[in-house]
């Protein structure tokens, strides 16, 4: 006997444990039948062609493995859509999801078109759009994401709306 059939046995084996003992009696019967053997082969071919991690389910890549497959394919690419991400997380730039949103819609990036509960999950999907597009069409996307309104815009809102002498000057 392979050392590799031997192993498969002992493992099975302590699957079988788990059941009670005249299940083994009655297994240790059926072994030494010529209908059984044939059985047992066939079921055994049959394991041995199927693809067996097709009932496990394979976690999506997240955003440092899609970055990471990027470096070392495109370094220039990876850097572009690395100072993105960084960009995209500032909360001082996008301070909500919708803000986020809004912005990453007038890239002309494709994102699904569902409602996005955290600031990673849409920047993932931005990550996983972008890494299939050419580097020249990302940098082009991402040169047309508008930012947030900055503090001198709202400074120059706020001053229409409430008089001078209620604003506050910082320094």
């Given at each position: 006997m ?9 493992e ?9 003992p ?25 394991l ?7 009932g ?18 495109d ?12 960009r ?8 909500s ?14 994102l ?9 999950d849409i ?10 597009m050419?580097?020249?069409?990302i940098a082009h ?17 706020s ?13």
């Open positions: 392979t050392e590799g059939a031997a192993k498969l046995l002992r099975l084996a302590l699957l079988l444990r788990r059941h009670p005249h299940d083994f009696v009655e297994l240790a019967r059926l072994i030494g039948s010529p209908e059984f053997v044939i059985s047992l082969t066939k079921i055994l071919a049959e041995a062609t199927t693809d067996r991690k097709a496990i389910r394979r976690r999506d890549p997240s955003r440092a493995d899609i970055l990471e497959e990027i470096r070392a394919v370094p220039t690419k990876h850097a572009l859509l690395r100072d993105a991400q960084e995209l997380f500032d909360k001082h730039a996008y301070p999801l919708r803000d986020l949103a809004n912005a990453l819609e007038s890239s002309g990036i494709p699904p078109k569902k409602p996005f509960r955290k600031r990673q920047v993932l999907s931005f990550i996983r759009a972008a890494s299939t050419d580097t020249k069409d996307a991402l040169s047309k994401i508008a930012s947030s309104k900055t503090k001198s815009e709202l400074s120059n809102w001053s229409m709306i409430v008089p001078k002498k209620h604003v506050r000057e910082d320094g």
